[in-house]
């Protein structure tokens, strides 16, 4: 499969616990993007990689959250001490010069 | 104004129907926009660029106007299968080439 690759594709998590996502992404896709997405609403931005360096991140990415890119393949976003609000589906998008392509997602669950 | 605004419908078109979207973006100085397609529970998926003043590939042609910064996707000759939700999206002009989405237009056709 020579798509991007999001894992798991569902998650359901209890308040207060943490969670980690992975993306592995599409191989020579230098940039690497993280969205969240809630219903009825466009996805949102939340961090951005070029290789492993996190270069941009949105305000929305509370203290709780954290994104890596150790070796400028692979990504993980992990959440910690999840709220009900974190709900929403997780989207990561890669590209190489324009044009994205996004992974199919993980939807959190938090009760 | 928000960055991308695009109205939610939903559109309940009949099949063979033509049926058109709008979307006004903020940032004068985008150059390049896309309109994305959205299963539900999928991801986005990449239907059009448009560049200049416009684009038509097949039933879909999508228009730019800069001067009143609206970008619009005409589809023409509707099919059942294009029941889906829209997505105007504009780049941003910085270096992370981030994208920003609008909440979508959600198109349902019908028989």
């Known amino acids: 499969d020579t798509g991007v690759s999001q894992n798991p594709r569902h998650k359901i998590t209890k308040r207060g616990q943490n969670v980690t996502f992975r993306c592995d992404p599409i191989s020579e896709h230098n940039r690497l993007y993280w969205y969240r997405q809630t219903l009825g609403q466009g996805p949102e931005f939340l961090t951005y990689?070029?290789?492993?360096?996190?270069?941009?991140k949105s305000r929305l990415l509370s203290d709780r959250f954290s994104a890596e890119r150790p070796k400028g393949s692979f990504s993980t976003l992990e959440i910690q001490r999840t709220e009900q609000g974190d709900s929403a589906m997780y989207l990561c998008a890669t590209s190489r010069t324009v044009g994205y392509t996004f992974g199919s997602g993980t939807r959190l669950t938090v009760v | 104004r928000k960055e991308v605004e695009q109205d939610p419908g939903p559109f309940n078109v009949p099949e063979g129907a033509t049926v058109a979207f709008n979307c006004t973006y903020s940032n004068s100085a985008s150059q390049s926009f896309f309109w994305y397609r959205q299963d539900c529970r999928k991801e986005p998926k990449l239907l059009m660029s448009?560049?200049?003043s416009g684009n038509e590939d097949g039933r879909f042609t999508a228009q730019l106007n800069r001067a009143s910064q609206y970008i619009s996707l005409l589809i023409r000759d509707s099919k059942l299968s294009d029941s889906a939700t829209y997505l105007c999206?504009?780049?941003?002009?910085?270096?992370?080439?981030?994208?920003?989405f609008g909440t979508g237009t959600r198109l349902q056709v019908t028989l």
């Open positions: 990689f070029q290789n492993e360096a996190q270069l941009e």
């Open positions: 999206v504009v780049p941003n002009t910085g270096t992370a080439s981030k994208l920003t």
């Open positions: 448009v560049y200049s």
